[in-house]
């Protein structure tokens, strides 16, 4: 019996090639690989979405000379096959397979046997659909939103309406709204169960305010650390032992091309920084106005410096 279990375990042991690598940095877990285009080649859709516009341009390009290239040495098993091409010459069918893929037809040059007219036809079938699926992807690369929110560079922990805080800054980037934006704060860290059992819990943070009609300029989010929170009683030292880290994500409709945008940012422990204070960045003109000075966002102030 031990020797089957032991032949099953040797069956069932995982490739290199399934194993997902994660490197602990600064309290943060790094999925090795995860997010780059080079890891879809068994995934064709993905990978020409998330491969950079050179590459992509440099696989289309590549296709495109390769399907002609078939299809040139198609009309060349044919003889000769293609009218006023010269015989044999493979530069002669390689254009006139272009102008055939592409629905160009010159007239110079046309098929003359039943066999060059089938392979016209099998060409002008696989150009329509070639030319449609590279259309589609370039267009849905081309056309898929994103959203540009500033995050602030570290988070604070200070003290608010009597109560500590844990407080960060958001922005929007583009001139535009936001609409219906909801932010939603997740703190990861490790714990062990009652049983002994090494776990990675998510906890849901609570903000005083989560959504936003309409997110144009900043968003300073808040976390009151009351009985009720994850982070009540823990300390700095404490966060850093659990790898502590904390997951935001903001979405919305972006009013410009009404379609959902979302971001997301994450703070180390190392990055939530405990009695601090964010600098002020709304300031009054002398003529009744206010404004926004972005060059102060990611500034902080000891409290110990602001007494």
């Not at 096959?81 to 006139?96: K, M, T």
């Not at 062990?192 to 009609?213: C, F, M, V, W």
């Not at 009744?288 to 902080?300: L, S, T, W």
Request: proline share 3%; hydrophobic share 45%; charged share 20%.
């Amino acid at each position: 019996m031990r020797f089957r279990l032991q032949k099953l375990f040797r069956k069932h042991k995982p490739h290199r090639s399934q194993r997902v690598y994660i490197k602990v940095r600064d309290g943060q877990f790094h999925i090795v690989g995860l997010g780059a285009w080079y890891s879809y080649w068994r995934d064709p859709y993905h990978l020409l979405l998330t491969i950079p516009w050179t590459g992509f341009l440099l696989l289309t390009a590549v296709a495109y000379i390769a399907t002609n290239a078939i299809f040139a040495l198609a009309y060349l098993a044919g003889g000769d096959c293609i009218e006023n091409a010269r015989p044999g010459s493979f530069l002669d069918v390689f254009f006139f397979s272009v102008q055939t893929l592409a629905s160009i037809g010159y007239g110079a040059m046309y098929p003359k046997t039943a066999y060059a007219n089938t392979i016209v036809t099998v060409e002008a079938m696989a150009g329509l659909m070639g030319i449609a699926v590279t259309t589609g992807l370039a267009f849905a690369r081309f056309s898929r939103p994103t959203a540009r929110v500033l995050f602030s560079r570290v988070a604070v922990i200070t003290p608010h309406d009597g109560e500590p805080t844990l407080m960060f800054r958001t922005a929007n980037q583009r001139r535009n709204l936001i609409l219906e934006a909801q932010m939603r704060v997740y703190l990861m860290r490790d714990e062990i169960t009652a049983e002994g059992h090494y776990i990675r819990r998510i906890h849901d943070l609570k903000l005083r305010r989560n959504q936003s009609p309409s997110f144009t300029l900043t968003w300073l989010a808040m976390h009151t650390i009351d009985e009720y929170s994850p982070l009540y009683g823990l300390t700095g030292e404490s966060l850093v032992e659990t790898n502590t880290t904390l997951v935001v994500t903001v979405s919305g409709i972006d009013e410009t091309v009404a379609q959902v945008v979302n971001a997301r940012h994450t703070y180390s422990a190392t990055e939530i920084l405990w009695n601090y204070q964010f600098v002020n960045i709304m300031h009054d003109t002398e003529d009744g106005h206010r404004y926004i000075d972005y060059q102060k966002f990611h500034e902080v102030l000891a409290l110990d410096e602001m007494s």
